[in-house]
Structures are given as structure tokens and as C-alpha cells.
């Protein structure tokens, strides 16, 4: 190690102190989304001329206080850091070896207000999965034929009066998707096309009455994860850079 990385992981540790002594509050997300984006651009690697490699797992160590803290936003906090790492390397040009996951653990030895974030490149094979998100809610593609609609009766009810009772059904084998309007009273739209039915590219929108349908494919991972300490917050589904399968 330089000179100049001692020096700057000097000063990231007495920023770290400082804030920590200033806000007593402790960590907020938005440390953690930065702490995240500054770990992908200091690890990626250019594997060749084409393909920047970056780390797909990555461990977030937090304080006891702060632990109990982020814990009170549950899910909602490691999907938005998912998203946010997916974004970045996008943005970056980066790739991934693998399914990223990320992991909230209960470090003891950290002050309130610092974290640490530790990450590795760690290859995977990756099983692909449909979901669409709707209302702020993700929903899994368990079945080929997934209907959506206001009424009880669908598969994803909704609640938008200007939707039809079985508006729209996504239609999902594994590798591609259709969408395909059920007669709808006021019609289905694509990336804001009227269709009737057309293939579903990955991140693109349905929209039905007042409501988007984003439709994504996500990567997790086929086999089996070790069980995780009772302390440990994980999410670990979420997109490869790769394209759909």
C-alpha cells in the first residue's frame, strides 16, 4: 500500500469519527448508498478492453445502534441499495460476475455514526426470475399467465377504478414475456403505445388506467445459500448486468 492510500484511508476513518461524534443520530441510508457507489468505482477492474469488472457481494458492517436503526426499514432499504448498486454500474459501464448481494451485519467493534463496507467478485450461477412491480409492491411471475386487474378475482388486484375488472395478463415462460390486453374497457399501454399484445422487454411499462406495470427480470441465485446469523440482514436477489436468458 502507497503513501497516498495510507493517507486517504487515514482521513476516511477520522471523517468517519468525526461525523459519528457530530451527529449522534448515527448512520443515515444515504451513508451507506454513498459508501456502496465508493466501493464499486474503488474495485472495479478492467478485465478488457470491453469489460470493466466490479464486486457483486458486498458486506455492510454497522453498530449496534445503527443496526437496530436501518432494521426498522426492513426490505424497503436493501432493495433501494440494490437498485442503487445496478444503477451505478450501469452508469459506470461496470459488470458483474455474479448475482449482487448485500449484507447488513452487527459489528460490534463499530462506533455509532461509521460503518465499513467489505466486497469481493464472486462468481455464481444465476437463475432468472419475472416480476413485475406495481403500486411500490413487487410481485414474482410464479405462473405462465399472471392476471391483473381491479377485481378479486385477478391474479395482482389493483386499486384503480379506471382499470378493468381482469385488464391485462403478463405471460412469462422462464426466458421471454408477452403482455396481451384482456378487452379492456379504456386499452392497455406499452412504453405509452396502444397494444393489443406484444412481446415485454425487460424494464419496460405497461400502463392500464392511472397505473404503471414495470416489468423486470432479476437474477438470483440456483444454488442454495448457507444459513445467515441471526444478526445479519441480506438481500440477495437482484439484476446481473448480463442480458435476459
Do not use: C
Amino acid at each position: 500500500m502507497g503513501l497516498l492510500d495510507s493517507f486517504e484511508k487515514g482521513l476516511e476513518r477520522a471523517v468517519n469519527s468525526a461525523f459519528a461524534k457530530t451527529f449522534r443520530s448515527g448512520i443515515q441510508p444515504v451513508e451507506i448508498a454513498s459508501a456502496l457507489r465508493s466501493e464499486l468505482d474503488k474495485k472495479a477492474a478492467i478485465v478488457s478492453r470491453d469489460r470493466i469488472l466490479a464486486p457483486n457481494e458486498f458486506t455492510v458492517h454497522l453498530s449496534v445502534a445503527d443496526d437496530e436503526r436501518m432494521r426498522t426499514l426492513g426490505g424497503a432499504l436493501t432493495d433501494e441499495l440494490d437498485t442503487l448498486v445496478h444503477a451505478h454500474a450501469k452508469t459506470q459501464g461496470y459488470s458483474f460476475a455474479g448475482p449482487v448481494s448485500i449484507t447488513l451485519v452487527r459489528d460490534e467493534q463499530q462506533s455509532t455514526g461509521t460503518l465499513k463496507v467489505e466486497s469481493r467478485t464472486a462468481e455464481g450461477r444465476v437463475a432468472w426470475r419475472g416480476v413485475v412491480d406495481v403500486e411500490g409492491k413487487r410481485h414474482p411471475l410464479t405462473k405462465s399467465r399472471t392476471v391483473i386487474g381491479r377485481g378479486s378475482d385477478a391474479d395482482i388486484t389493483i386499486s384503480d377504478a379506471g382499470t378493468s375488472r381482469k385488464h391485462v395478463e403478463i405471460l412469462w415462460d422462464g426466458e421471454r414475456a408477452m403482455v396481451r390486453d384482456m378487452q379492456s374497457t379504456n386499452g392497455t399501454l406499452l412504453d405509452g403505445r396502444k397494444v393489443t399484445e406484444a412481446a415485454l422487454p425487460p424494464d419496460s411499462t405497461v400502463t392500464i388506467g392511472r397505473t404503471d406495470i414495470v416489468f423486470r427480470v432479476v437474477a438470483q441465485t440456483a444454488a442454495p445459500r448457507p444459513a445467515m446469523p441471526a444478526d445479519v440482514t441480506r438481500a440477495y436477489d437482484v439484476r446481473d448486468q448480463g442480458p435476459l436468458r
